[in-house]
């Protein structure tokens, strides 16, 4: 099993729609978790990290956080062209990062 | 405040020969981290740098190091390359690396695409 495990897409939607990314870990004793934006050819954009249960929202977007069920998701609200991207969540275990695969998003205009 | 910043941004080498890059971390930000970009294995993560001392390592082999300085600038150095280290090398910067126990949020530099022929 993965550490960090994210399905690789392409995850599709409409302009204006409300695109739902996944993310799940396995170690237990996490206790930060961040979502990066990629685009290609670009580093990874830090857009929103979360460290407590429960949801973090900052503009269009909203992370959510379920310990029990080790799962993090990221919500994009509105969607937009610019919005396409490869999202990649990110988890602590122990003293590092580990980093997803990463999930593509296309939101079709 | 200016973003990270890595040089040089683009690089060849051949095999065997060994390579240097830079990063300077955002203004006040003492930790430095690096990772190692490929399609196949995504993000790993190669070691982390506070204080002037690695304080935690992935799994690369010694061929990886690293160094920072007192400005908490840092360099990475790869030794008898193979082509196999063709990749996106990205630095990332924290104001301490963990609070509380928890990793804090970093935020990347654009990154050193090195291409080993």
């Known amino acids: 099993q993965k550490e960090v495990e994210q399905n690789s897409g392409p995850l599709s939607v409409p302009e204006g729609a409300i695109a739902s990314l996944n993310c799940t870990y396995s170690d237990r004793g996490s206790q930060s978790f961040f979502w990066y934006r990629q685009y290609s050819g670009k580093s990874p954009e830090l857009i929103m990290f979360i460290y407590s249960n429960g949801d973090k929202e900052d503009g269009r977007f909203t992370a959510q956080l379920n310990k029990a069920s080790q799962y993090v998701s990221l919500l994009i609200r509105d969607s937009q062209p610019s919005d396409s991207a490869t999202y990649l969540c990110a988890v602590s275990n122990g003293n590092k990062l580990v980093f997803g695969a990463g999930t593509i998003l296309r939101v079709k205009s | 405040k200016a973003g990270v910043t890595q040089t040089p941004r683009y690089l060849i080498k051949t095999r065997g020969q060994q390579v240097t890059l830079s990063c300077s971390p955002i203004?006040?930000?003492?930790?430095v981290s690096w990772y190692q970009q490929t399609p196949g294995q995504g993000l790993q993560f190669l070691f982390e740098?506070?204080?002037?001392?690695?304080?935690n390592k992935g799994n690369f082999p010694g061929r990886f190091s690293g160094r920072q300085f007192s400005n908490s600038r840092s360099e990475m150095n790869v030794s008898t390359l193979e082509l196999g280290d063709s990749a996106l090398y990205l630095c990332a910067s924290s104001l301490e690396g963990q609070v509380a126990g928890a990793i804090e949020e970093q935020y990347f530099g654009p990154g050193t695409r090195l291409t080993v022929t």
């Open positions: 740098y506070f204080s002037e001392t690695q304080r």
């Open positions: 203004s006040g930000h003492r930790s």
